[in-house]
């Protein structure tokens, strides 16, 4: 791993040379390079694994470990080394870096600006908390399960004074029951889909539909981030709810969220905390493409409001066979990158795909 101070430098660099969001570096996620390849690069104590959370590059280190012990049995997803859907985190993760919504909210400390530790994550930041959820929880589960090796046993470091985040595998499963528990049935899907007598394309969406069945489970969990949202805007924090709230869409349609996908969903988000006076599709500063993105993702969750839930609802309906969860994602890709696609479209489109179910 590289010094703080030229990790600094590239980052700073990055983020001047674009004024849209940047999460990829050579066409990996933001600073791949230098997080730990293999598990001896990270730290431990009295032979247990000691990974710092809390450090943008270790727990970036967790992606690349899990990325690279579960690839092997990732072989229905696709024949490129990029395939796998674990990729939407990491990616998710550099975005969240180098639009500064890892960094302290509160301005109580200079933790994750550029005047600070800019490889620092804040454990006031609801962003951080959330991703701590799709980030942590799996580690633990994919150790448990001996994907990191034989007897593995881990014990994330967390800064003094902070408590209320669970830190090894027997805090986060008597904490978030159901989420650990989702993740395990991921990681155990994974072992098992080599005996499997189902097609390539089953297996895949059967895959698909445990990982997402496991991150909604941590999404759900990560209400108990839901008072960090104080130290925002209210406009940050409608996008925040409406960011949480299309993952409702993406995991119903079972959507495959390797490095090429991800980034086409990932590229419009905005590339920097939002204020209160920003009003999508009309912000200046942010291009028209996360403009778009921001209206759209209003518009999902304003009628989703309106409906009672029933969007989303109808939306779980019609993803209800192989066949149209693969139209679903194809769908959700018109809506948030096409601006000529109308919602309204949208809206007749699902409507009819339930009454094929």
Known sequence: MLRPSFLSLLLACAVSLSSSAVFLENGMPMLW???AGQLTDL?????????????FL???SLYRLMIAATD???GSMGTNATDSPLWGLPLQLGWMLTSGRLADPTSATTCGL???DTMCISTQSWWSCVTYFVSVLPF??????GFMGEGVQVQMQIPEGVQDYC?????????YPDAMS??????????AEADSPLPENEKKDSLLGLFWAAQMASTYASAACNSRQSHYSSTEVSFAKSWVNSAEYVSAAHFQSNLQKSSMFISPLPNRILRVDDSAPNIADLSSEENHTLYVFSWMNSMNNVLGGTLVSLWKSAMCSVNTREKGSKLLEQLLLNPSFATQTFLSIITGMTLSC
């Open 33 to 35: 390079a230098q997080t």
């Open 43 to 55: 730290p431990t104590q009295n032979g247990i694994l000691t990974p710092d959370p809390w450090n």
């Open 58 to 60: 270790h727990r970036m």
């Open 72 to 74: 092997p049995l990732m």
């Open 114 to 116: 550029q005047t600070g």
């Open 140 to 145: 633990l589960s994919a150790a448990k399960q």
């Open 167 to 175: 830190t090894t595998y027997a805090s986060c499963a008597a904490s």
């Open 182 to 191: 989702k993740w395990d049935a991921f990681f155990q899907g994974l072992k």
